[in-house]
């Protein structure tokens, strides 16, 4: 496996397999959020969206996107904190450590850019995401949960680079 840069040719893949890998949550979402995880031209071009793919380079195994200061992508960063989402593993890769190099990929990128921590939202019913970002050093931050429409309730996380 290794990660890059998403490619024009692969949004409708990408954009696939984080509609299925959000599928447990979704039940009763808007249709606009879930277009808006199926867009993942959209993402590309208004943050960066990265990919983990399989040795041959085309079998996508996990996405991410990550929010730099400035991207409308961004929910709850501040100026001095970098945000990722949607982070999205195939269904056939799960639990072979891709979501954790991508959110390991996303942590390093704003440490070496200069960040004092990162931030992401998740819904509480991701339970198996939130044993991930804990292990990563993620600690909740519950003064910063939201809800983006009525009824729909995330909750925050970070990771301070000063630990």
């Known amino acids: 496996m290794h990660l890059r840069r998403a490619r024009p040719d692969e949004y409708d ?14 039940v009763g979402a808007e249709g606009s959020y879930v277009e808006r995880l199926r867009n993942a031209e959209a993402r590309d071009l208004e943050a960066e969206l990265w990919v983990a793919v399989g040795p041959d380079d085309r079998e996508l195994l996990g996405t991410v996107t990550l929010c730099r200061d400035g991207s409308s992508w961004r929910e709850i960063a ?18 072979q450590g891709v979501g954790e190099a991508l959110a390991r990929h996303c942590v ?27 292990r990563l050093g993620f600690r909740r931050l519950p003064e910063r949960d939201w809800q983006p429409v009525p009824g729909v309730q995330l909750w925050a996380f970070r990771k301070d680079f000063d630990e």
């Not at 501040?78 to 639990?95: K, N, S, T």
Request: net charge negative.
């Open 13 to 26: 893949a990408i954009g696939a397999v984080t509609v299925a890998a959000y599928e447990p949550v979704l």
């Open 78 to 95: 501040m100026a001095d904190e970098g945000e990722f989402r949607m982070l999205a593993v195939a269904p056939q890769a799960q639990g």
């Open 108 to 134: 390093d990128r704003f440490r070496e850019s200069g960040a004092v921590g990162v931030v992401l939202s998740s819904t509480p019913g991701m339970a198996d995401a939130h044993r991930l970002y804990e």
